[in-house]
């Protein structure tokens, strides 16, 4: 299966190549049509489905329309605390049992939490796909909620959160901390991993409310990918979700944001990290804009692999930096609604400084917000980017995901087929204009993380007034 796609994508990128010999037509198709198929249920549930017989597998996602953004205030971290907690068992399906079926019948599965959405994703043979979405649809009427399970939940996540961040170097800051600082809305700045005081406090009353409010069949999608017909997925789809009731769900608060005015530059110490490092990180064009995909393009232009421009001036010719890595988000440059970050995080040398990094970025920034970016590297990395995306499709488990999670936030699964139309319409003065209007200073929050041994030290306090 993956043979076959590199081939007919291989192909396309060929056409592309000899684009004098080749009308737009002949390239539309030799591209992978990812085949797509949408119905709504009843109830309000969505599902997508994606036929490939290729193997006798099948993937499902589950996607709820809510994440971090949407968790309640005064309950950082909820929203994933709750993700742990729909694995924990329903009165039909006791605590193990879900696990215990999808993992003995060969499958397996996971869960993720991002600011716009929650996903639940399994892979499996298609003889266990009936047993999958009863066990999804179960978990969707309700869950085990007692208190013995929150509070196990609880402290799961709590070391989570020391294993990942707190003993880390660097700790996430690159996703974590920055976000806090570049946005203003508390819906986009909080921290979606939380604090252990209000994961603590998270009570019964939340689960409940919060499973309620957003896991109803109306808030979600159900894609699934593989060895199996629209019209049998549908009717099992139907057979399983279908009498799950609709439920109300809260209107979203306005968590828009405009770009930033002015940059914001924190400095912070680190006791595990041995190199100091920076973040910088730039919001985003809002999604679904005409800015959209050449910021996507941008992005990987400056830093999507060692090729490209940061990495030589950074890394190879001026050696200050270590790396130089891209992240948007905890997502991707296509999955997310509300305001985001494109984010250069790069461990520097202690004998440079965050200024000297920052100075090398603004200098390819301006070459290409000046010059535009020559017709070869254009060509390489929009045809790196369409393999990447066509890669990432194969796995059943990611296409059911992909195909999720783009209708939710999209509203639109078959956008899978046409952001490569949309990185291919990417030009250099498409480069230029977004450049010059999101990659500015004054749109740029920056940490400069240093190792608290080298860290300088604090400045000595002014010495108190003598009381009369």
């Known amino acids: 299966m993956r043979k076959r796609h590199l081939c007919v994508l291989l192909a396309g ?17 030799d591209r992978w049509q990812v085949p797509v198929a949408v119905k709504k249920l009843d109830n309000g549930l969505t599902v997508v489905v994606s036929t490939d017989h290729s193997s006798p597998t099948v993937g499902v996602s589950v996607v709820y329309h809510v994440g971090m953004r949407l968790e309640p205030k005064n309950r950082t971290g909820f929203a994933h605390l709750f993700e742990h907690l ?38 499996a043979p298609v003889s266990a796909l009936e047993r999958i979405l009863w066990l999804e649809a179960d978990r969707m009427k309700t869950l085990d909620f007692n ?9 799961v996540v709590k070391e989570e959160i020391r294993v990942n961040v707190k003993n880390q170097p660097y700790g996430g800051f690159m996703w974590i901390d920055i976000g806090q600082h570049a946005f203003n809305k508390w819906e986009n700045n909080h921290d979606g991993y939380g604090s252990f005081q209000d994961l603590e406090n998270a ?15 109306n808030n979600a999608v159900l894609g699934i990918a593989g060895d199996i017909s629209p019209e049998e997925a549908f009717k099992l789809a139907d057979k399983y979700f ?61 830093a999507g692999d060692d090729a490209s421009r940061l990495y030589q001036s950074l890394v190879k010719r001026r050696q200050i930096a270590l790396n130089i890595e891209p992240l948007y988000g905890l997502t991707d440059p296509w999955s997310y609604n509300g305001p985001t970050l494109y984010t250069l995080f790069a461990m520097y040398k202690p004998d440079s400084s965050a200024d000297a990094v920052l100075a090398a970025i603004d200098e390819e920034v301006a070459n290409i917000a000046k010059n535009g970016v020559d017709a070869a590297t254009l060509k390489r990395v929009k045809t790196k980017m369409l393999a990447d995306w066509y890669n990432g499709l194969e796995p059943f488990i990611d296409r059911a995901d992909a195909l ?65």
Do not use: C
């Open 13 to 29: 990128l060929t056409t592309l190549a000899s684009a004098a010999f080749a009308t737009a037509s002949a390239a539309e198709s």
């Open 86 to 123: 729909m694995f924990q068992g329903t009165p039909a399906a006791p605590k193990g049992v879900f696990d215990q079926v999808i993992s003995g019948g060969g499958g397996r599965n996971n869960g993720s939490t991002r600011p716009d959405f929650t996903n639940y994703i399994e892979v």
């Open 147 to 155: 208190p013995t399970t929150l509070k196990n939940q609880q402290d």
């Open 203 to 217: 009570s019964l009353a939340d689960v409940q409310s919060f499973h309620r409010d957003y896991y109803g069949p």
């Open 242 to 302: 279908g009498a799950v009731a609709g439920r109300p769900t809260p209107a979203a608060p306005d968590y828009s944001e405009g770009l930033n005015t002015a940059e914001k530059r924190i400095n912070q110490t680190d006791a595990l990290a041995q190199v100091p490092a920076i973040a910088a990180g730039w919001k985003m064009p809002a999604r679904g804009s005409r800015d959209q995909a050449p910021m996507a393009v941008l992005g990987s232009v400056l």
């Open 404 to 468: 999720a999670v783009l209708q939710t936030l999209w509203g639109d699964a078959n956008v899978v087929n046409k952001i490569p139309t949309l990185i291919e319409g990417v030009t250099s003065a498409d480069l230029q204009r977004v450049a010059k209007t999101y990659l500015t200073q004054a749109n740029r929050t920056v940490i400069d993380r240093r190792p608290a041994a080298t860290a300088p030290a604090p400045a000595a306090a002014a010495p108190a007034a003598a009381k009369n």
